[in-house]
């Protein structure tokens, strides 16, 4: 039995992490869920999963669950960052599910990774900011990261068994790699008219043809910012050269990110586009349980497309890539920006054409500092919010 801690317990990911408990309720047992404000969401897990604590980090949304449980539940309502330290690190929590969105996400991943946990990682926007800290420190405490996100997870499921096991620091040149194929559907604008891209919506940003996220990655997959911090995040999972990462646009969703080998072979893996497949994949790892999905039925899929990414139409995704180039100062301030201007958009505040000039203008201020320290990286965090704000008022 594996005692799981979910973090971003209310929202996609932890509804699918969720689900596939459900489906295997010998295996794995709810010791935590954390979430941020949303309490009814909060309450209703709580009494369908019965979970030993729940943690709210907005401490109003603490008390109001508090006051809402019944006295039959028996869980515990925590709140603060220290009592969030302390789920993560028990030694009673086997394995963290990282699915917090944004950066918020980065200390408590942190921490269980630090505690040497099994930490199943949604939140990729942790890597983003700290990819090679949080990396190597996996490496010393002796943790097993495994990537949820299902393009990682399916370059995970391609790559052989001795680059699984050292993950962040294999060479993946000495075993036969010439490739990763990372791909991307392109998201809902990938055939609309370019002059029309500035008008776009919130609701149409967030309607995805393939897959049903979260509003932040909704919007990222829109911009293929997504794809972006993606590309940053295999980076350092998987610790590529420059020139051995690609990205793919298949607008299909049914191949989920290839391994190109130096013989011509190209592994793929491929599913129906449901996080539950790469979730219970990293849940049961090396084992396989069922995820309540649906096999994937060749007959139906008919054709799968390909085609190269047009910056001109995706200049979300150059950035990011530029900032990989440049370094984790300019993709942590790339992320913050980001985080800003996507929020920005769902606020009506600014144009979906703007995300990709606020991100640009952060970018362009990006210093050399050092980022020693998880406290460095939040506080250049902190410091491209507020050029980001500033740059948003610009705008207006
Ligand atoms: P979501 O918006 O549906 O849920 C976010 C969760 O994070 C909620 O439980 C919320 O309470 C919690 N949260 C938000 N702010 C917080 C804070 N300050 N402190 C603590 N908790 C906070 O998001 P999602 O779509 O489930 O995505 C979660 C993460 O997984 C993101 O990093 C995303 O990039 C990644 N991811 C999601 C998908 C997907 O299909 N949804 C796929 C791949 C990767
Ligand atoms: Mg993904």
Redesign the pocket.
């Known amino acids: 039995m594996q005692n799981m801690v979910i ?10 992490t969720l689900s596939v408990i459900a489906n295997n309720p010998t295996e794995f047992n709810v010791y935590a869920l ?5 309490v009814d969401k909060m309450l209703a897990l709580c009494l369908q999963h019965q979970p030993q604590y729940a943690h709210m ?1 907005n401490e109003h949304a603490a008390k109001q669950l508090k006051a809402q449980l019944p006295i039959s539940c028996i869980t515990e309502v925590t709140t603060g960052a220290q009592a969030l330290n302390a789920l993560v690190t028990d030694s009673r929590t086997d394995t963290v599910m990282a ?4 950066a ?2 980065l200390v ?1 991943t942190f921490d269980a990774v630090k505690a040497g946990k099994r930490v199943l990682l ?4 942790a890597l983003v900011m700290s990819g090679e800290l949080f990396m190597n420190t996996a490496k010393i405490s002796g943790a097993t990261v495994l990537p ?3 393009e990682h997870n399916a370059i995970f499921q391609c790559l052989p068994l001795q680059v699984q096991g050292q993950l962040g620091y294999c060479d993946l040149g000495q075993h036969g790699i010439s490739h990763i194929l990372l791909t991307g559907s392109g998201g809902p604008f990938l055939q609309t008219d370019l002059s029309t891209l500035s008008a776009m919506t919130p609701a149409q940003a967030c309607n995805h043809p393939n ?8 919007v ?1 997959s829109a911009t293929m910012m ?1 794809k972006g ?1 993606e590309f940053i995040e295999a980076r350092w999972l998987f610790n590529t050269q420059e020139e051995q990462l690609k990205v793919v646009i298949h607008p299909q969703s049914v191949i989920h990110s290839m391994v190109q080998y130096r013989d011509g072979s190209v592994v793929a893996q491929m599913g129906n586009p449901d ?1 539950r497949t790469p979730i219970a994949h990293c849940m049961s790892y090396p084992q396989r349980i069922h995820a309540g999905v649906e096999p994937l039925d060749f007959f139906k899929v008919g054709q799968l497309s390909f085609c190269e990414p047009d910056f001109s139409r995706f200049p979300c995704l150059q950035l990011a890539m530029q900032a990989c180039k440049q370094g984790q100062e300019a993709t942590t301030v790339l992320n913050a920006a980001n985080e800003i201007a996507v929020d920005a958009f769902l606020k009506g505040q600014i144009r979906f054409t703007d995300i990709a000039d606020v991100n640009h203008r952060c970018l362009d201020s990006v210093q050399q500092t050092r980022l020693a320290s998880i406290e460095d990286i939040l506080q250049l965090d902190e410091q491209a919010r507020v050029t980001a704000k500033s740059v948003i008022k610009t705008l207006n």
Not at 7 to 16: E, F, P, Q, V, Y
Not at 34 to 38: F, G, P, Q, Y
Request: no cysteine; hydrophobic share 45%; net charge negative.
């Open positions: 973090l971003g317990a209310t929202g996609s990911i932890g509804a699918s954390v979430a941020n404000a949303s980090v699915a917090i969105v944004g918020a996400g408590p949604a939140n990729k926007e949820v996100d299902s897959w049903s996220m979260g509003p932040k990655i909704s990222d997504n911090l996080m």
